[in-house]
């Protein structure tokens, strides 16, 4: 009564080729589901998936599917045999590479918990499961082997790992592999703190040897209390993969981008948008595209206003905003040149030039006009006399 099964990772390797019969692997199918009922199966205890084998391998249901024994057991039912060969080293590779992870159900190495594998198996292996074995045990994986029947004791002993005499079993006949759940319970038992409950972290609780210590689930950090867990600020430098903007979602994250910017297709990178679409922006007239964001500009003509949106008309007769000789004439957005009374406009449409006057003059009018000019130079001539004296 003071024993539970410790927290595990446990995947069911079960052999279904052509060997074992139907009736057979019915009585295979009903060890595991006694298998789970000795089991703590829960999202923070045990965690369980089976692996289906004979020359193919098919995951029946990974590590992250079932969280309750009801729905486990139901899923062992509905599993039928593959038939074929006995490929055993593909199967564990399988396991290594399909099963054992953490998108797939597996907890993190901090955790510190036993990644376990079960072999049920009837048959000799037809391919070379000793390095393979012999590479899951490296990573941390626990391999216990189950031999039924015909089973060869040499690979049984080749996949399991040491002590072999713990990891090894064998029974005669399917008929009688029940019996291994009692040794099954024995082995996966742990009377400590984390087991029995006597403990009062929060989230995780880790056995160490005949004490434990509390940890957390991924996303949090434990608190200075040593017992509580608080969501761990994810967006930290370092944390967090998002390319602009990371925003913290309970012990998670999601990734935001800058104004002017569209968040891509893999949530995590950004690309500008063009802001100057129709309906963005709230130019008047013209709008500049700049890196995600924009300015405004004006036509020809028009000058932007200091509210930097809209644009007035500007005097184009202003000086030194055209290029009239004499007279600018403004044409609303445009302006044309003329002439000082006197003058011609030229044909460039710019300059003037002093406008010819009509040759046939009588003889009375060219005398009045000599008289005048005399007159001038007369009037001129005293003028000067004066200021010098």
Do not use: W
Not at 121 to 127: A, E, F, I, L, Y
Not at 192 to 209: I, R, Y
Not at 257 to 276: F, Q, R, V
Not at 305 to 323: E, I, L, W
Request: proline residues 4%; negative net charge; glycine residues 6%.
């Amino acid at each position: 009564s003071a024993c539970k099964n410790r927290p595990l990772d446990l995947v069911f390797i079960i052999d279904s080729s052509r060997s074992v019969r139907p009736e057979e692997f019915e009585k295979v199918k009903i060890f595991l589901s006694e298998m789970i009922d000795t089991l703590d199966v829960g999202e923070r205890t045990t965690r369980v998936a089976v692996l289906n084998y004979a020359s193919t391998v098919k995951v029946e249901f990974p590590l992250r599917t079932y969280f309750d024994k009801a729905s486990m057991k139901e899923a062992v039912s509905r599993i039928e045999p593959l038939s074929a060969g006995t490929m055993t080293g593909l199967a564990i590779q399988t396991a290594m590479d399909e099963v054992f992870t953490e998108e797939m159900g597996t907890r993190p190495v901090t955790f510190n918990i036993p990644k376990v594998v079960i072999v049920v198996t009837d048959g000799r292996p037809q391919d070379q499961v000793q390095d393979v074995a012999a590479s899951a045990q490296a990573a941390g994986i626990e391999i216990y082997a189950v031999g039924v029947d015909r089973a060869d004791m040499q690979s049984l002993r080749i996949m399991a790992s040491e002590p072999l005499d713990e990891h090894v079993f064998y029974v005669e006949t399917y008929g009688v592999i029940e019996k291994l759940t009692s040794k099954f319970r024995e082995t996966f038992c742990a009377a400590n703190a984390c087991a029995l409950g006597n403990h009062d972290c929060e989230q995780v609780c880790v056995s160490n040897g005949s004490s434990y210590l509390c940890d957390c689930y991924e996303g949090y950090a434990l608190n200075p209390d040593k017992r509580t867990c608080s969501a761990a600020d994810m967006c930290a430098p370092g944390r967090h993969e998002c390319d602009q903007i990371c925003v913290s979602n309970n012990g998670s994250y999601i990734c935001e981008c800058y104004e002017g910017y569209t968040l891509n297709p893999d949530k995590k990178t950004c690309s500008a948008m063009d802001t100057c679409a129709p309906g963005r922006h709230d130019c008047a007239q013209v709008c500049l595209s700049n890196d995600g964001s924009y300015s405004c500009g004006c036509f020809e003509g028009y000058t932007l206003n200091p509210d930097k949106k809209t644009c007035s008309a500007v005097d184009m007769c202003a000086p030194g905003r055209h290029d009239c000789e004499q007279v600018c004439v403004r044409d609303d957005l445009f302006y044309t040149c003329e002439c000082y009374q006197g003058y011609t406009l030229n044909p460039d449409k710019k300059t003037c030039s002093r406008a010819i006057t009509s040759s046939l003059v009588t003889t009375e009018e060219s005398c009045k006009c000599e008289a005048i000019a005399a007159l001038q130079d007369s009037v001129t001539s005293r003028l000067e006399a004066l200021s010098t004296k």
